[in-house]
């Protein structure tokens, strides 16, 4: 072998030793890197911990069945705090999914023009704008008009920020099917329209569908979008048009409160909105996986 | 080739007399086939999904222009004096951002001061050092830190963090480092630096993630080659890897920036919630993300709104900013090599 030779010669040449400065310098690095590692994950073991010691002790029936009890009196719960989230949460994906899917269609399938990158940066941009600059907008476009506060309102801002998360994983996911499919379609004379409804998004179904559980679970425990477009409410509300109570406003306010039955109660609240969001992002997931023939 | 329902007149064959009836018959036999119909449903398509398109663009342009026009009134009452005045009094009708847009500064800094070397440290830990089978966990339970709401980090924050910063890690620094002046006064726990730790938790998922992406698109020959010229890993990592991703590294800790000045809810709950400019990180500050979040649905009269909203806008324009100067450093090294592939 004419690579070992070589190799041979030039080390017959002598390579210094690696000298000792260096050899720590590496070991020392390496433990720093390590170091941070542990550093890292310490916040988030600790708050995964406290989250289910203090959550998951303070959790009862009576905190997942009642109404808030009046200021500074023991007891009730978050029940219809719960419910209002749920439902301000289905407002939002009732309003953002299929804008955000048909505008990840369109980037997809016509938006290889200036207007395409046009909206693709947009896209971009919206994401990155802070959740309580959104929640201005919520109360500027739907508060003002309706004249009070409204489930309606902060169901409107948080589509506004599952939009573009949306957008860009559909427009990824429809980009993954192979043009082979698109052209094969077209051969047999189905028209375009039916190609991409039927065809392309079929075949993407599941990663279409990881992308709106994405932006679920982003849009779940925003709180900062809903301050001053739900407002909140101590009583049942199920209207769309009504000021309405919400798991991360309630965390919020008893947090901040002076009172040790009302930490528990944020407590057992956080909890039940992780859980929230995590068995809601599974179980879609779950059916999904057993329902379609997906790709990804 | 020879169906007779797709007549190419170009071609030489057998022509149908009457191309749309033998269309009919196809569309009868297969379903899918519904070539009347296709041209009308596709112009319909098209224009449905080109308005959904649109409805993008229509969003931003609609945050922009209720931003200018709810901010006029205060533009027009302070002008530029409104982000260099340092008072905030509704009562009087005297606002001036300073406080806040110091505060937003402030804590944003000391969370990249921590969460940079963090970050970067866990980046080179999972590509260059840890052995695979540790590679995806690790990074799964990094990216696990930027599942958890906002609102249970301040949560978390008041309950665990500030104590602890008041009980031990304040009065320790206080003893070392307080002669900078950074660290003195009375360790109330709350205040910039709790902020800014909390803070510097929340976008270290987003640093190490991208840090990530851009070191995993460093070809591995420059690896090999540095390692070859007889380079300990360490320099290999240094002259290598982390010269090459320079430019993304930069990206993606801008974008954990653009994060931390648009932070609300656990900034809101730690920092105090006091409009002054102190030196000491102990003391307590305002951002401009919290002031509104406190003071948005109780601010009465339209100057007092109008000053809010214009702290909205400022904050908005500065993320922007922030963000596509990210967005083109972390384009710059990955253009071309779609990080995915190499997951």
Redesign the interface.
Known sequence: MPETTAAKTTAKTT?PP?SLR??I??RV??G??????L???A??V??FG??VY?GLGSLSWSFLTQTPKPVGEAGGGMANAIVGSLMILAIASIIGV??G???G???A???RNR??S??RF????????????????G???VVLYQHH?SALAGGAALA?MM??TI?RTTEEMLLLVPQALREAAYG???????T???IVLRTATSGVITGIMLAF?RI?????PL??TT?GNQFWNLRYDQPTAAL?LQ??VY??SPYEDW?RQ??AG?FV??VL?VTSVAAVRYVVRRGSFGAA | MANPAFPRPDMPGPQPVAAAKVGGEAAERMPLLQTSGGEAGDRVFQSAITACGLAVLGVLVLIVYELVTRSSLSWHAFGFKFFAASDWDPVSEQFGALPFIYGTLVSSLVALVIAVPLSVGVAVFTTEMCPKMLRNPLSFFVELLAAIPSVIYGLWAIFVLVPLLSGYVQPFLAKTMGWTGLFSGPPYGIGMLAAGIILAIMIIPIISSITREVLMVVPQHQREAVLALGATRWEMIRVGVLRNARAGIVGGIILGLGRALGETMAVTMVIGNRPEIAKSLFAPGYTMASVLANEFSEATGDTYLSALVEIGLALFLVTIVVNALARVLVWTVTRGQPARGHA
């Open positions: 390579v690696i260096r050899r310098t590496d690095m390496t720093l890197a390590v170091l941070t590692v550093l890292v994950l916040p988030l600790a708050i406290y989250l203090r299929p804008f899917i048909g505008a269609i369109y980037l399938e016509f938006g207007l395409g046009t909206i947009t896209a971009d941009v919206l994401n990155g704008v802070p959740s309580i600059v959104i929640g201005i907008v109360y500027a476009i506060f506004i939009v573009p957008c047999l004379g189905v028209p375009r329209w039916r991409t409804l039927s679970a779940a425990g925003e709180t900062a301050l001053f407002l991360p965390i919020f947090a901040n930490h944020a407590w956080s909105l992780i969001i």
